[in-house]
C-alpha cells in the first residue's frame, strides 16, 4: 500500500544516508567551544521553499507534493542561546485506499500519526487530535515541537571565521557537522556535507599526509580550513528571520 511505502522512504531518508561524513571529534580541530548560541541568531526563522517542511539540519520533507499527503502547517525555526527548535503546528491529512483493513479502528488510525511523527523527528514533543476520518483518509490538527540541537556535552558549538559549526554526537567518536551561515539580510543557511565533499576533504587530507579510515575523519584544522575554502558543506537549507 502506498501509504506504508512513504513511512518506510522515511525511515531509509532518515537512518541510511550515506552522504554524510562521519568525524571521529568536533570541527574544527583547536578550536574552542562555546557554552552559548550567538545572540545575532537569535530568533524565528522560516523555510524560504514554501512546497516543504524542514525535518533536520540536512532535510527537508515535501509533504505538500505527495498525493497521500496534504499539509497545512506553519513551519517556525526557533532559536535561542542554548538551542534550535524545530515547531509545526497545523492539519494534516493521510490518505489510504478503502480495502486497508489496517486502518479500519480508531486506534490504529491514531498510530499512523506517532509512527509517522517517529520516523521523520529526532526528540519531538508533540500533541494530535482527529478532527476527520472516513474510509479513504484521516486528518489530524497536531503541535510539534523537535529538539534539533541543544548546548551540551554531546552537542558542541564551535565558532570558525565567525561561521558556528554544530557538532552533534551520535556515538563512540562519531560526529556529524553542520555550519551556520547568516547573511546581513537576515537569510539563515543550515549547511551540510555531500558526498563530493566527502571526496575533497579526503583528498585535501591527503595531500597534507593525514591518516583517515573509510567510516570517519579527523582533519587538522589546516585541512579543515582548506576545505571551506573550497566551499565545502555545499548542501544548503535557505531560512528567513522573521520580522
Known amino acids: 500500500m502506498r501509504l506504508i ?3 518506510l522512504l522515511a525511515v531509509l531518508v532518515v537512518g541510511c544516508d550515506d552522504s554524510k561524513i562521519k568525524f571521529s ?18 530568533g524565528d526563522y522560516t523555510l524560504c521553499s514554501d512546497t516543504s517542511i524542514i525535518g533536520h539540519f540536512d532535510k527537508e520533507y515535501p509533504f505538500k507534493k ?15 542561546n542554548k538551542g534550535f527548535y524545530n515547531k509545526i503546528k497545523g492539519e494534516i491529512t493521510l490518505e489510504f485506499k478503502k480495502s486497508d483493513s489496517l486502518f479500519r ?40 515541537v523537535d529538539t534539533m540541537f541543544y548546548v551540551s556535552k554531546k552537542n558542541i558549538i564551535k565558532i570558525y571565521k565567525g561561521d558556528p559549526y554544530l557538532n552533534i554526537n551520535y556515538g563512540v567518536n562519531k560526529w556529524l557537522v553542520f555550519q551556520i551561515k547568516k547573511n546581513k539580510n537576515g537569510t539563515l543557511f543550515f549547511n551540510s556535507i555531500t558526498k563530493s565533499d566527502d571526496y575533497v576533504l579526503r583528498r ?19 585541512s ?3 576545505f571551506i575554502k573550497m566551499e565545502g558543506f555545499e548542501r544548503g537549507i535557505k531560512l528567513q528571520k522573521v520580522k
Not at 204 to 222: C, G, V
Open 5 to 7: 511505502g512513504i513511512l
Open 25 to 42: 571529534e568536533p570541527q574544527p580541530k583547536k578550536v574552542k567551544m562555546i557554552e552559548k548560541i550567538p545572540n545575532n541568531l537569535i
Open 66 to 80: 505527495e498525493k497521500d499527503m496534504k499539509l497545512n502547517a506553519e513551519n517556525i525555526v526557533q532559536i535561542t
Open 105 to 144: 479502528t480508531y486506534e490504529s488510525k491514531k498510530m499512523m500519526f506517532d509512527t509517522l511523527v517517529d520516523e521523520y523527528y529526532n526528540h519531538p514533543n508533540y500533541t494530535y487530535d482527529i478532527t476527520f476520518f472516513n474510509d479513504t483518509s484521516i486528518t489530524f490538527k497536531f503541535s510539534l
Open 204 to 222: 585535501i587530507m591527503k595531500l597534507n599526509n593525514e591518516n583517515y579510515t573509510a567510516d570517519s575523519l579527523t582533519p587538522s584544522k589546516k
Open 224 to 226: 579543515f580550513s582548506q
